[in-house]
């Protein structure tokens, strides 16, 4: 069963830093791209950041570059989104996400995705 779960979500203070992690199924997943997007109240789905299969190939929105970092660890079937100085306006759910292949010009777009996982809070609090 196809299946991406979240976990590490939670509350920090600004400036304060959470690593989240995606844990995908079934191994299939280590031979597709993996994204995080999020979603505040409110506001469309935007994307953070996203990783190729070999992990050789990463692409940031310009708001969490120098702050954000996303890897992988296919051995153990998890992407991970380090987040560092974070600001009250990360405050979403951040979803991670697969596609098949890596490609700039549409890592941005949440349709070029197959795969979603439901998702996990994070609060930046000032």
């Known amino acids: 069963q196809v299946q991406l779960v979240e976990s590490g979500g939670g509350l920090v203070q600004a400036g304060g830093s959470l690593t989240l992690a995606c844990a995908y199924s079934?191994?299939?997943?280590?031979?597709?791209?993996m994204g995080w997007f999020r979603q505040a109240p409110g506001k469309e789905r935007e994307f953070v950041a996203a990783?190729?299969?070999?992990?050789?190939?990463?692409y940031y929105t310009d708001s969490v570059k120098g702050r954000f970092v996303i890897s992988r660890d296919n051995a153990k079937n998890t992407v991970y989104l380090q987040m560092n100085s974070l600001k009250p306006e990360d405050t979403a759910v951040y979803c991670c996400s697969a596609r098949p292949g890596f490609t700039i010009a549409t890592m941005h777009d949440p349709k070029s995705y197959d795969y979603w996982g439901q998702g996990t809070q994070v609060t930046v609090s000032s």
């Open positions: 079934p191994r299939t997943f280590s031979r597709y791209a």
């Open positions: 990783i190729s299969w070999s992990g050789g190939s990463t």
